[in-house]
Nanobody, 123 residues
């Protein structure tokens, strides 16, 4: 089993950038698809972006296309979420997850989750 720990969340101003990290430990010899989801108060956990097991394919929600970029460094067992031009609507707890297929955007398709990191964007 793999364990995930997110970090990097904080309070920022609208228009600023932020990079989140997701460190994996445990059974990291197996390559997984990795994804970022977010959940705002009172809302469902929404898909943000994902990357395939070999980094060859990425998928993103329309709301973040052109602003957010997912990447992975398998030598460090870490995935990243680079967030640029942040908006107040991006305020949420951000979770990373691993699963089989990066093309899946449903939370139920991902097997292991981190504890989340809070991102707050002041308008």
């Amino acid at each position: 089993q793999v364990q995930l720990v997110e970090s990097g969340g904080k309070l920022v101003q609208a228009g600023e950038s932020l990079r989140l990290s997701c460190a994996a430990s445990g059974r990291t010899s197996v390559r997984y698809a990795m994804a970022w989801f977010r959940q705002a108060p009172g809302r469902e956990r929404d898909f943000v972006t994902s990357i395939s097991w070999n980094g060859g394919s990425t998928y993103s929600a329309d709301s973040v296309k052109g602003r957010f970029t997912i990447s992975r460094d398998d030598a460090k067992n870490t995935a990243y979420l680079q967030m640029n031009r942040l908006e107040h609507e991006d305020t949420a707890v951000y979770f990373c997850a691993v699963g089989q297929w990066a093309s899946c955007t449903a939370a139920s398709a991902y097997d292991v989750w981190g504890q989340g990191t809070q991102v707050t964007v002041a308008s």
